[in-house]
């Protein structure tokens, strides 16, 4: 069975994939903020307190599952905000920031950190999810994401999908996949979209992949462009 930790994994489609993969025997270190608000689950599953905006936080948390473990077979980054949704007249540098802060730079500070136990584990994989809103091929042809336009999330994730190219090509011992839950129903879109376990299909899917290749964005229907 596989040894996974997935961060922002106390709500959404990050307690969605907790549970999938424990409940079928998969080992899962479940990080979050606030650890004491995930959901319960059988199976193997090791709450883990991690803030991705902070060193120490994320540094604490690598050594407890060095403790218990030695090693990672995958690392999800799931944290993510959404940010503001003002127009652009209203969106100042540290909405922007704010962001960047969890979404791209939290990404990096756990890979990062977790990096040397995923090298020791099997078959690594690195999970970055993404978002349609991230693709700019959809930005400029799909026609829901033509009429939307959201300064800092998709530039966030636009960012995250480049990491994962870059990702890709840096760490050819370690496949690399990012993913596109699609327009999912949780708090982020305030209940609009498809049911929170079709949103973490690909999610499930990239971290039991094993044959890759790397650097690909996934979405519920297979590859979708950068």
Known sequence: MTTVL???ASRGMGAETVRRLATVGHTVFAAARHPDRLPDVPGQVHPLRLDVTDDASVARAAAEVEAVTGSLDVVVNNAGVPGTWAGPQDVGPQDVVDVFAVNVVGAVRVTHAFLPLLRR???PRLVLVSSGMGSLTLQQ???VYRDIAHLPYPASKAAL?????????ALPDVLVTAVDP???ATEFTGGVGHSVREGSDPIVAA???TDGPSGRFLGRDGVEPW
């Open 182 to 184: 699609g327009l999912t």
């Open 121 to 123: 584990g099997h078959d």
């Open 161 to 169: 999908n480049m990491l994962a190219v870059q990702y890709a090509k």
């Open 207 to 209: 971290v039991l992949d």
């Open 141 to 143: 042809g799909d026609d």
């Open 6 to 8: 997935i961060t922002g």
